[in-house]
């Protein structure tokens, strides 16, 4: 079956301008996430869906970042007045439900970020 | 918070030799732990997980990792190192609690197996 997918794969922008990252979970899972991995570095929380519950978005770096997602379907991530230091690979992954016990994090293949 | 180290950023073995990587966590009650691989190209994908059942957990490809808590390691094994096992492995520990479902991963081993 199809796993997650994200586009765009690669997004070059430049500073100042806003991105919107796109995120398509494994049908029928109720928990998204998403995450960013910075060179040299291990993937850092940054927000958590689930289901129709408030997300958790105590990971976002700043009020610059945003994510919605519609019910239990697409999630975008918005990136506004990039920076350099957004520089990264944004990940996506989603699980059944929130329950790491029961429940695995399939990840999506990521958006490369480069702000010029 | 949880804060996950990864002994080695670049471990290289000899094709047939054992693997070895570490990972040390930050905890005093025992949070479930994953090792992750990242192939080339690709997206992450769970190799293992320890959820307490056991504390010696196997994972596909032939890796294994023992949950030690009195030493607050995970570390992961492979007897015998395959071409095919050259990637990126992370170490991740989820929060306690009520957020157990946010993850917290190490820098990450690049695994490189020569002929």
């Known amino acids: 079956g199809a796993g997650v997918s994200q586009s765009p794969s690669n997004k070059v922008t430049e500073k100042g301008k806003d991105v919107e990252l796109r995120c398509d979970p494994i049908?029928?899972?109720?928990?998204l996430y998403w995450y960013r991995q910075r060179l040299g570095q291990g993937l850092e929380f940054l927000i958590y869906?689930?289901?129709?519950?408030?997300?958790?978005k105590s990971g976002l770096p700043s009020d610059r970042f945003s994510a919605e997602r519609t019910g239990e379907s697409v999630s975008t991530l918005t990136i506004q007045r990039t920076q350099q230091e957004d520089s990264a690979v944004y990940l996506c992954?989603?699980?059944?439900?929130?329950?790491?016990?029961?429940?695995?994090?399939?990840f999506g293949p990521g958006t490369r970020l480069t702000v010029l | 918070a949880q804060s996950v180290t990864q002994l080695g950023s670049h471990v290289s073995v000899s094709e047939g030799a054992l693997v070895l990587l570490r990972c040390n966590y930050s905890?005093?009650?025992?949070?479930?732990l994953f090792w992750y691989v990242q192939y080339p190209n690709q997206g992450l994908q769970l190799l293992l997980k320890?959820?307490?059942?056991?504390?010696l957990v196997k994972g596909i490809n032939g890796f294994e990792a023992e949950f030690k808590k009195s030493e607050t390691s995970f570390h992961l094994t492979k007897p015998s190192a395959h071409m095919s096992d050259a990637a990126e492995y992370f170490c991740?520990?989820?929060?306690?609690?009520?957020?157990?479902?946010?993850?917290?991963f190490g820098k990450g081993t690049l695994l490189t197996v020569n002929p």
């Open positions: 992954a989603s699980s059944l439900a929130g329950q790491p016990s029961t429940d695995t994090q399939y």
């Open positions: 869906f689930q289901g129709n519950s408030a997300p958790d």
């Open positions: 991740a520990v989820s929060d306690n609690g009520g957020s157990n479902y946010k993850l917290t």
């Open positions: 905890s005093s009650v025992p949070p479930y």
């Open positions: 049908s029928g899972h109720t928990a």
């Open positions: 320890y959820t307490s059942a056991a504390t």
